[in-house]
């Protein structure tokens, strides 16, 4: 079966799954965020607790070489614990982030509490949609990588408008003969929000994302994940890309991304 990465030893090797639109010997975010998601989903001593946080920022871009991850605790607490994560490509670090988790505790929610909201429909009987197509008729030379494997099933049109609702499925793995869990799904498409909410400035300018903050109220049930998302973005280039995650139950969580301007292909 097709993967991101190949372990060997301390070291992910990534394969051309992985590989970003912008270049072919560069890393997409949704398979750095799939990398932090793997080892946060392996962290010991957290059973009976809850992953409510992935903090992600991505310092450089992330080539296509080997890639090491080292991991520190920064709190052991009995209702909370924290993690530090750093990924390097040699001894240049590439990105940075946080893993949160906090102590399941049952309650009795009141009559009054918030309810989540429902997913919206689909994924069955939504026809797919292709990023690569999509990419490829603007008449640009467009690598393959993990945008072009990636199943889209679009809610509302994936138009570059900046605000779109779309389903979204990894059907292949992470790390060479690992399934990939719930978790790590919402984990790796938390940085397809930017793909979503994409707002297209004209000119071949759109935008990318610096960073990615995911929030998870409960874990994920489903391989399939829903991110309803909106730009926000100001005449100075800088701005914010909030969606909505929901899984086949409903509303689980959001992402933040800090996103600005960014030529879509140099060739």
Request: negative net charge.
């Amino acid at each position: 079966m097709p993967c991101l990465y190949h372990q060997r030893g301390d070291l992910f090797e990534p394969t051309e799954y992985a590989r970003s639109p912008w270049h072919p010997d560069l890393l997409h975010g949704g398979p750095v965020a799939a990398l932090f998601g793997y080892h946060l989903a392996r962290w010991p001593g957290t059973d009976g607790f809850q992953l409510s946080r992935l903090s992600l920022t991505m310092l450089r871009p992330v080539p296509r070489a080997p890639l090491a991850m080292v991991m520190e605790p920064v709190r052991e607490g009995r209702r909370m614990k924290m993690v530090a994560l750093s990924l390097y490509a040699g001894d240049k670090l590439v990105a940075r982030g946080e893993g949160l988790w906090q102590k399941k505790q049952p309650v009795q929610l009141p009559d009054h509490a918030p309810v989540p909201e429902p997913p919206p429909a689909g994924p069955e009987g939504i026809a797919p949609f292709s990023i690569q197509q999509m990419l490829d008729d603007k008449g640009l030379a467009i690598p393959s990588g993990f945008h072009t494997h990636v199943q889209v099933r679009p809610v509302t049109p994936w138009d570059e408008r900046g605000q779109s609702t779309a389903w979204l499925h990894w059907p292949a793995q992470i790390v060479d003969q690992q399934a990939v869990t719930p978790l790590e799904q919402a984990c790796m498409l938390s940085d397809l929000g930017n793909g979503t909410g994409q707002l297209n400035y004209g000119a071949g300018v759109g935008t990318i994302n610096a960073d990615i903050v995911l929030t998870l109220s409960r874990d994920p049930t489903t391989d399939w994940i829903a991110l309803s998302s909106r730009a926000q973005c100001q005449p100075q280039g800088t701005g914010v890309v909030h969606s909505q995650v929901f899984d086949s139950l409903g509303a689980i969580g959001y992402v933040l991304q800090s996103v600005q301007p960014n030529r879509e292909f140099n060739g």
